[in-house]
Nanobody, 123 residues
């Protein structure tokens, strides 16, 4: 099952966006979910992750204090609120499902990669 990321766009530095990760088949209710990003010429990297219940989260150092990951209550959606965006945040953002209820920081432990959503931040 592929997850669907949406909500990207073009903003100026300092702006905000909220990304959504949806799973219409409700297959990640009991799984951790991670948000990743990939900039041109770079490897895909983990940005933030959340466990199945939302009680535990992880943030990469480069987004701490600016991004917030959350699970929608009663929704089969995971959000990534991105504030104070910087030009270096420009990338295609993807969401994926952890193979367990917890999250991990290894890209290999995730599945369900779908098409990402483009985020472009101009200076």
């Amino acid at each position: 099952v592929q997850l669907q990321a949406s909500g990207g766009g073009s903003v100026q530095a300092g702006g905000s966006l909220r990304l959504s990760c949806a799973d219409s088949r409700r297959t990640f209710t009991n799984n951790g979910v991670g948000w990743f990003r990939q900039a041109p010429g770079k490897e895909r990297e983990l940005v933030a992750a959340i466990n199945w219940s939302g009680s535990s989260t992880y943030y990469a150092d480069f987004v701490k204090g600016r991004f917030t990951i959350s699970r929608g209550k009663g929704e089969n959606t995971v959000y990534l609120q991105m504030n104070n965006l910087k030009p270096e945040d420009t990338a295609v953002y993807y969401c994926a499902k952890s193979r367990t209820a917890a999250y991990t920081i290894s890209r290999r432990d995730y599945t369900g990669w779908g098409r990402g959503t483009q985020v472009t931040v101009s200076s």
